[in-house]
């Protein structure tokens, strides 16, 4: 059994700061691409950025310049630095891996129960 979980959000001011942490444990045998996408209230969820297991990045437009994602593989660990927050950023986020439970096992994607992250005006 695998579970994501995620830490981090609250409620900040526009301008502001926060950092997001998400965890994987359970049986794992690689983890490929981790990423954090974000929903707010009556939109679709959207990818905010990814990173790849040996580090490439892929950042949405929005957030380029000011959200910075990395990845401790060691400890299964994937974080999102945001800085010069938007009240347009506000949104529930859901961390996401792409990993393998065995070694033939084909890799799939598992979702984290999500953080709120609120950015006031």
């Known amino acids: 059994q695998v579970q994501l979980v995620e830490s981090g959000g609250g409620l900040v001011q526009a301008g502001g700061s926060l950092r997001l942490s998400c965890a994987a444990s359970g049986t794992i045998f690689s983890i490929n691409t981790m990423a954090w996408y974000r929903q707010a209230p009556g939109k679709q969820r959207e990818l905010v950025t990814s990173?790849?297991?040996?580090?490439?990045?892929n950042d949405a437009d929005s957030v380029k310049g000011r959200f910075t994602i990395s990845r401790d593989n060691a400890k299964g660990t994937v974080y999102l630095q945001m800085n010069s927050l938007r009240p347009e950023d506000t949104a529930v986020y859901y961390c996401?891996?792409?990993?393998?439970?065995?070694?033939?096992?084909?890799?799939?994607?598992?979702w984290g129960q999500g953080t709120q992250v609120t950015v006031s005006s």
């Open positions: 990173i790849t297991d040996d580090g490439r990045t």
């Open positions: 996401n891996a792409i990993l393998s439970t065995g070694r033939y096992t084909v890799p799939r994607a598992y």
